[in-house]
């Protein structure tokens, strides 16, 4: 199955500042997908990244505040912007991968002060 | 849209004890059905999938779990669970075709000795 790489693992930022988080794919894939999941609570999704359009966003999250850039197949980026301590969550993006489900990053902690 | 529902918000249970873990889903078409675990500290990581063919279906760990469509669930199993199984699951489903995956909110699970 496809693997991720996704960094930073953890970051602490200082509130109005952004963080971009990267995720790299060892396969080519149509589409990547972002969640988050904020603390003891489960995975909502943010946004579903395709190659060469824009992403498309699920309700409850708007692209000034979470752009995503897909440049290639194999890579995709989510910034959180004009961070808040509400911001404070795990961020993950994942992908399809044939026959094998979804394979999910190892995550992107982010601790807002 | 999709919707699922997991009865139980945090199961205990003591070493040796059969499991199950309710999940129901709200989807009119076809599904992709699927059970996660993410371990204290951890990443994602798929338990079992279910696309078609046969409804019982086994994963990885001595998990298994039954698709019955008329119940519009499934349910997650293991005979006898051992403390390494403390975690949190999450039953999460799809519709065919390169959807993104819809999440319960979780069962946190707890083995005592």
């Known amino acids: 199955s496809a693997v991720i790489s996704q960094k930073p693992s953890r970051d602490i930022c200082q509130r109005g500042t952004s963080l971009t988080i990267q995720c790299q794919v060892d396969?080519?894939?149509?589409?990547m997908f972002w969640y988050r999941q904020q603390p003891g609570q489960s995975l909502t999704l943010i946004a579903t990244?395709?190659?060469?359009?824009?992403?498309?966003?699920e309700s409850g999250f708007v692209i000034d505040k979470f752009p995503i850039s897909r440049p290639n197949l194999t890579f995709s980026t989510l910034t959180v912007s004009n961070m808040s301590p509400e911001d404070s969550s795990i961020y993950l993006c994942?992908?399809?991968?044939?026959?094998?489900?979804?394979?999910f990053g190892s995550g992107t902690r982010l601790t807002v002060v | 849209a999709q919707s699922v529902s997991q009865h139980n918000h945090h199961v205990i249970l003591s070493e040796a004890a059969s499991l199950e873990l309710g999940c129901n889903y709200s989807?009119?078409?076809?599904?992709?059905l699927f059970w996660y675990v993410q371990y204290p500290g951890q990443h994602l990581q798929l338990l079992l999938k279910?696309?078609?063919?046969?409804?019982l279906v086994k994963g990885i760990k001595g998990f298994e779990a039954e698709f019955i469509k008329s119940k519009f669930s499934f349910n997650l199993r293991k005979p006898s669970v051992q403390w390494s199984d403390t975690a949190e699951y999450f039953c999460?489903?799809?519709?065919?075709?390169?959807?993104?995956?819809?999440f319960g909110k979780g069962t946190r699970l707890s083995v005592i000795a």
């Open positions: 999460a489903v799809n519709a065919r075709g390169n959807t993104p995956l819809v």
């Open positions: 396969s080519q894939v149509t589409m």
């Open positions: 279910y696309f078609s063919g046969d409804p």
């Open positions: 990244a395709n190659q060469g359009s824009e992403a498309t966003y």
């Open positions: 989807y009119g078409g076809t599904v992709n």
């Open positions: 994942s992908v399809e991968a044939e026959n094998y489900g979804y394979t």
